[in-house]
């Protein structure tokens, strides 16, 4: 125990010494239209189908399969996601295109005989897939919003995949980071696998990919749930030992959901409902915020980030107890965002000294009658705005490719709680709301989420990093809706995280600095240095002028793109 502290004490010395997060900077500035994702090319489709007379939803569909493509770590046709919707005259929609347990899932699939968990079964290989969300979710979409032809729209991302693109330093790194694990998981060698490294600027054609976008292409949802693409995941299952049947596919659909609203202060929140934990946890670190000087405070203040890890320790304790896929599970969605109940989770928080974790459990709500991943935002020459949050769960998801079908099969099984108190790859625990059943949604802690002032478009903002989405997504809130920073200076900030369980800061360096971390080691908490970054956020901000400021995550290849 001694040496964990010693240890710890000699990271923090660590991660307050390296400060310097540029958040004196504004980012790319356009007149009309804006599309920030996590990869410049994608950007540009978006950008292109924008400029050819598309609306948000026609280039978000755009994007996410161009992202499937250039961005395989977390873009993806085999995993899921959720897009949040506000069009130009205020009427707001989300869709839930998350993945769902197989049939043939069970609640202790993931056991031994002796009830133990057996380690990586939920998060690498056949079994970790849950049915994929996401073509079911961009043919919905664009149904219901779309304006220009499917087919022109999934036509960039075949032309990619056929054509091949240059990788950048941080894609080659990546690649060549999961050779081992695309090896071990796969049954076939995947096209991933070249006999050198891979370096930056190698061109990475994904023929087999490219041939299963013609098919979605040219058939829309059945050219994926139906016929070749179908097949040829269910042969995958077979020889891995997977689930997955054609019943699942054929069967899965995805849903339009309420989405969550909610003033705070000046501005209204627009976020994503169950099975999205992200919503509900966003809104009630927001409202708590609300009622603590964190202005005169200072950002990243000792006093701030204590009041804001103790915010965050009882809004996760709140997600491992209460939040479910709404489908299988009676979320008290209206009891967890009640001003009163939010306000008495902090009953009795001392401002200068931090809680144990352990002294701190889920709260009762009063029962009201009647939860690696990438983020696109993008608004179009109208107005109309969409925050897409979608993900494959870990970089590269379950590391299975369909081989034949060239695409990546995410390992979403491990955000169930597969055992009750069990932690997850993200360390987060769980129980009976988030238990696994067949068909039921695991819970997500993705935030796309659009901000309102005045009744007008005022924020897009959203989220990569598992757990640490919706403290990314709320500090880049506050950054600047309370600390007045730009779009970019807020995504660029230093960030720290807190989930209940385990019980500590997890910071980036020299996000606390020196003075801060001291005092919040005096004060109790303990504090862990978080290699790579906190999340990778992408936000369009609407200028007072109307002009749209973008901020792309340093963190990774972001990109602004628009006119
Ligand atoms: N797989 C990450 C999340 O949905 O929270």
Redesign the pocket.
């Known amino acids: 125990m001694t040496i964990r502290y010693i240890t710890l004490f000699f990271a923090f010395i660590f991660i307050s010494g390296c400060a310097g997060w540029d958040t004196d900077t504004t980012g790319r500035i356009t007149q009309k239209a804006m599309v920030v994702s996590a990869h410049p090319l994608a950007s540009e489709v978006g950008s292109d189908i924008l400029r050819r007379g598309g609306n948000a939803v026609d280039a978000a569909v755009a994007v996410q399969f161009a992202l499937a493509v250039v961005y395989p770590d977390a873009g993806n046709i085999g995993g899921g996601g959720f897009l949040v919707l506000r069009q130009q005259d205020g009427s707001v929609d989300a869709l839930d295109y998350r993945e769902k347990a197989p049939g043939k899932a069970r609640r202790d699939m993931y056991l031994d005989e002796q009830g133990n968990v057996v380690e990586e079964l939920s998060f690498k290989g056949h079994l970790a897939a849950g049915v994929p969300g996401t073509v079911d979710g961009m043919v919905e979409a664009h149904e219901r919003y779309g304006s220009m032809p499917w087919a022109e729209l999934v036509q960039p991302a075949v032309e990619l995949a056929a054509k091949g693109f240059p990788l950048t330093r941080k894609e080659a790194k990546k690649l060549n980071e999961q050779r081992k694990d695309f090896i071990q998981y796969n049954t076939q060698r995947p096209s991933f696998i070249i006999q050198d490294r891979w370096r930056e600027g190698d061109n990475l054609r994904l023929a087999e990919l490219a041939h299963t976008l013609k098919r979605i292409r040219d058939r829309g949802r059945a050219g994926f749930y139906e016929g070749e693409t179908a097949e040829l995941i269910v042969a995958e299952m077979q020889r891995g030992g997977g689930i997955i049947s054609k019943a699942d596919l054929a069967g899965y659909r995805s849903v339009w959901r309420q989405p969550l609203t909610g003033q705070v202060g000046d501005y209204r929140i627009i976020s994503m409902p169950p099975p999205s934990s992200g919503g509900i946890a966003l809104m009630q670190l927001l409202s708590i915020a609300e009622d603590y000087p964190l202005k005169d405070w200072g950002w990243n203040s000792a006093e701030a980030a204590h009041l804001m890890v103790e915010a965050e320790r009882r809004v996760y304790a709140d997600r491992a107890r209460h939040l479910g896929d709404p489908d299988f599970y009676d979320v008290p969605v209206e009891a967890l965002l009640d001003t009163d109940y939010i306000r008495s989770r902090m009953d009795g928080v001392s401002l200068q000294k931090a809680t144990d974790s352990d002294a701190v459990s889920a709260g009762m709500p009063a029962p009201v009658e009647s ?1 690696n ?1 990438t983020h696109y935002s993008i608004v179009d020459q109208e107005g109309n705005a969409v925050s897409v949050t979608t ?1 494959l ?1 870990s970089s590269f998801g379950s590391k299975v490719f369909v081989a034949g079908a060239g695409f990546l099969l995410n390992n ?1 099984m491990d ?1 169930f709680s597969v055992k009750p108190g069990h932690p997850n790859s993200y360390g987060l625990v769980g129980g009976e709301a988030n238990a696994v059943a067949p068909g039921k949604r695991m819970l ?3 935030t796309p989420t659009i901000l309102e002032r005045d009744g007008q478009l005022y924020m897009v903002i959203g989220s990569m990093g ?2 640490t ?1 919706i403290t990314t997504v709320y500090q880049i809130i506050l950054n600047v809706t309370v600390h007045g920073m730009s779009m970019q200076g807020a995504v660029n900030a230093g960030r720290f995280h807190h989930q209940w369980r385990p019980d500590w800061i997890l910071s980036e360096w020299g996000a606390l600095g020196f003075g801060t971390g001291l005092e919040m080691w005096w004060r109790g908490h303990r504090i862990a240095p978080k290699n790579g970054g906190i999340g990778r956020a992408a936000g369009i901000l609407v200028l007072p002028d109307g002009r749209l400021e973008g901020g792309a995550d340093p963190r990774g290849d972001d990109a602004a793109a628009g006119f």
Do not use: A, R
């Open positions: 939860p991943t993900t769960n979403e955000d997500s802690s993705m598992g757990s989405i």
